[in-house]
Nanobody
Framework: QVQLQESGPGLVNASQTLSLTCTVS??????????WTWLRQPPGKGLEWIGY???????SYSPSLKSRTSISRGTLKNQITLQLSSVTPEDTAVYYC??????????????WGQGTQVTVSS
């Protein structure tokens, strides 16, 4: 059974870079044809798609966040990292990683991490 777990600092200062890691167990991030996706939910708002890294290493980002976002494979096997630079309090959210069964298809089949709260302090 594939499981995903997000980790990272819960508090980040404004203007700094947020770095989060998603650790995948029970499966490989290079398995065809999955897309390992980051999403977030700000308080009182809906879910926002941030971007993904695919099984082949391809990436795609939300146009509104693209200039500040980088998603890559981690230094350890089966890890995916998210970096979001120049954060502001508007980046405060619960951040999730999930396994999408198509590029941007939003077909996650229940494979989500539990989410990690990130607060950006001004």
């Amino acid at each position: 059974q594939v499981q995903l777990q997000e980790s990272g600092p819960g508090l980040v200062n404004a203007s700094q870079t947020l770095s989060l890691t998603c650790t995948v167990s029970g499966g490989s991030i290079t398995t065809n044809y999955y897309y390992w996706t980051w999403l977030r939910q700000p308080p009182g708002k809906g879910l926002e798609w941030i971007g993904y890294i695919g099984y082949s290493g391809s990436t795609s980002y939300s146009p509104s966040l693209k200039s500040r976002t980088s998603i890559s494979r981690g230094t350890l096997k089966n890890q995916i990292t998210l970096q979001l630079s120049s954060v502001t309090p508007e980046d405060t959210a619960v951040y999730y990683c999930a396994r999408d069964e198509g590029a941007g298809s939003y077909y996650f089949s229940g494979y989500w991490g539990q989410g990690t709260q990130v607060t950006v302090s001004s």
